[in-house]
């Protein structure tokens, strides 16, 4: 079993929000003994997301469980970032913890323009006789194509 502790983001309003868990005495005692009870309960390893790097750092130290970091400093055994944080896919608010390396927001900007520019030409290009071309089509042999008309109105 893997557990989770400090910032829980479906349980952040019991926790004061999304901010940093484990700042007084009182949460860290918490952060301390959640860890410690998620290990007795046999857990093998605890993500730690937002929580001050010091108590992590004590945490780690203190328990056998494996230690993810999500935004809790670089102690830990495992660090963890989210994808999208990652590579900078978010709009608007940041995490502080985090760190994007790309900037695939604003590649998909672009991209959303270069979709509507298409669809624009390919429309104007519809509407004045543009496409399709002759390149764009199947020709047929005339003769072959009367036959086939003549037989079908027999038919």
């Known amino acids: ?10 349980k952040a309003t019991w926790t004061g929000g999304f901010k940093a868990v484990g700042k007084s005495k009182a949460q860290a005692v918490t952060v301390l003994q959640q ?7 046999g857990a093998y390893a605890v993500e730690m997301e937002v929580i001050p790097a010091p108590l992590v750092a004590a945490i ?44 695939f927001a604003a590649e998909r900007d672009r991209l959303q323009a270069e979709r509507v520019a298409a669809y624009q030409e390919y429309i ?15 020709e047929m042999d005339e003769v072959i194509l009367r036959d086939a008309l003549s037989t079908a109105d027999q038919g």
């Open 1 to 10: 079993m893997i557990c989770h502790v400090g910032l829980v983001p479906p």
């Open 60 to 103: 780690t130290q203190r328990t056998s469980m494996l230690t993810i970091s999500l935004g809790s400093g670089g102690d830990c055994d495992v660090q963890y970032l989210f994808s999208a944080d990652l590579l900078g896919e978010n709009r608007g608010h940041f995490p502080r913890h985090a760190k994007a390396y790309r900037n």
């Open 35 to 41: 860890v410690q009870d998620f290990e007795n309960a």
């Open 124 to 138: 104007a290009d519809v509407q004045n006789g543009g496409f399709p071309a002759k390149a764009n089509i199947v």
